[in-house]
């Protein structure tokens, strides 16, 4: 079970753009992603790889905390904002909720659930 200073300093290295190293630092090396009901991506070095490309993919991101993590024994639940600044100019947000189960003080298993019409509304507007 994370305590909430382990979970704070996840949210802090997220928070503060060092996504790969978030991953790096805070997920067990068998830990899986899954976007909403997608397939999971199991394995560190995956998910880092997988934040890599993403991350590629655009000229920045924002990220913000929306609401105080709620933790309850090994689940966690955080309220996130993600601001990407596109390389074309355009920008594109994207609020989810991640679900996640941690295994001590590493991030076993996570689910991250969004309203993919939030992508398809961003880019229409741009």
Known sequence: MPSRA????FIADVVGGD???AIERWYAPDASM???Q??????RDVLMAGEAKTLARVAGVTTELLAPPVIDDDRVAIRWRFTFALKDGRSLSQEEVA???W?????WRETFFYDPAQTAQAASAN
Not at 38 to 43: H, L, Q, S, Y
Not at 103 to 107: A, E, L, N, V
Request: aromatic share 4%; glycine share 12%; net charge negative.
């Open 19 to 21: 996504h790969v190293g």
């Open 6 to 9: 382990t979970v704070e300093a």
């Open 34 to 36: 899954q976007e909403n």
């Open 103 to 107: 295994r001590g003080d590493r991030i």
């Open 99 to 101: 679900w996640q189960t």
């Open 38 to 43: 997608a397939e999971p991506r199991v394995g």
